[in-house]
């Protein structure tokens, strides 16, 4: 998967970059209070206001959606079904789903501290466009 987005600020040899969400995201405001936009902070050495092109194996993508997503639900159902198994009181097995729910994030935590550092799951750089480049012949003058 491939993004566009432009460098905001580069300090220590990490830029801030930004990128626009897309526009199914637009209206949708459920993340970052509504904001149009999001950053991250990627290695390189770009001026300020280049466009960089970030790219993300989509299969990634997909597993990282899939555990910020999926897991938790997973938890949540397993919760339910564990409590019905030990307990009779629905408001025990809604207690041991919010249980199980509340484990998953230190869990997804130490999951993402260990595919931290890995280089497939890092976003890279693979093209740099500075102000003063054309934009494939598209750009107006």
């Not at 897991?71 to 009181?89: Q, R």
């Amino acid at each position: 998967m491939q993004k566009e987005g432009r460098v905001i600020a580069v300090k220590k040899g990490q830029m801030e970059i930004c990128f626009e969400r897309p526009e199914a995201c637009q209206h949708c405001g459920a993340c970052s209070g509504g904001q149009h936009h999001t950053t991250v902070l990627l290695p390189g050495d770009a001026p300020v206001g280049a466009l960089v092109t970030v790219d993300m194996p989509e299969n990634k993508v997909l597993a990282a959606s899939l555990m910020a997503y999926a897991a938790p639900l997973l938890m949540l159902v397993l919760g339910v079904f564990l409590g019905s198994l030990f307990f009779e009181s629905e408001a025990l097995w809604a207690a041991c789903g919010f249980g199980l729910l509340a484990l998953s994030w230190p869990l997804l935590r130490w999951i993402d501290k260990k595919i931290k550092g890995r280089a497939g799951w890092q976003p890279r750089i693979i093209a740099i466009k500075t102000e003063g480049e054309k934009n494939n012949g598209n750009e107006a003058e």
